[in-house]
C-alpha cells in the first residue's frame, strides 16, 4: 500500500486552529482524490471533505463549511485540512484517504489510508 503519512493533530481550545497534512509518498501517480474522514469513538466514521485534485474541486461535509478548508499541494504531493473556529464536537481522529477512482473517495471506500492523527477540542 502507498502510505499516506498525516501530521498536525493536537489539542486547542474551542475556537482555535489547526491544521493538518496528509503527505503521499512512496508512487509516482497522482491520486484522483483526497480526502479526510474523521471518527470519534462509539461514532461511525464520517467524510469531513473531499479534494479531486485534477481540477481542485471540494465538497465539504455541513458540519464544517466555513470553518474548514482542504488544498493541495501538487509539488508536494500533499494535501491540508486548514481547520478554524473549531468545536468540542469537531474532537476525533482525523484520517487522510486517496484513490485513482473519484468515487471511492466519496463513497468512503478509498483503497490509501493513512493512521490518523488525533484532534482534541477542549470547551
Known amino acids: 500500500q502507498v502510505p499516506l503519512v498525516e501530521s498536525g493533530g493536537g489539542s486547542v481550545q474551542a475556537g482555535g486552529s489547526l491544521r493538518l497534512s496528509c503527505a503521499a509518498s512512496?508512487?509516482?501517480?497522482?491520486?484522483?482524490?483526497m480526502a479526510w474522514f474523521r471518527q470519534a469513538p462509539g461514532t461511525e466514521r464520517e467524510r469531513v471533505a473531499i479534494i479531486y485534485t485534477g481540477i481542485g474541486s471540494t465538497v465539504y461535509t455541513d458540519s464544517v463549511k466555513g470553518r474548514f478548508t482542504i488544498s493541495q499541494d501538487n509539488a508536494k504531493r500533499t494535501v491540508y485540512l486548514q481547520m478554524n473556529s473549531l468545536r468540542p464536537e469537531d474532537s476525533a481522529m482525523y484520517y487522510c484517504?486517496?484513490?485513482?477512482?473519484?468515487?471511492?473517495?466519496?463513497?468512503?471506500?478509498?483503497?490509501?489510508w493513512g493512521q490518523g492523527t488525533q484532534v482534541t477540542v477542549s470547551s
Open positions: 512512496g508512487y509516482t501517480s497522482r491520486f484522483n482524490c
Open positions: 484517504a486517496a484513490d485513482f477512482a473519484e468515487m471511492r473517495c466519496g463513497a468512503g471506500t478509498a483503497n490509501y
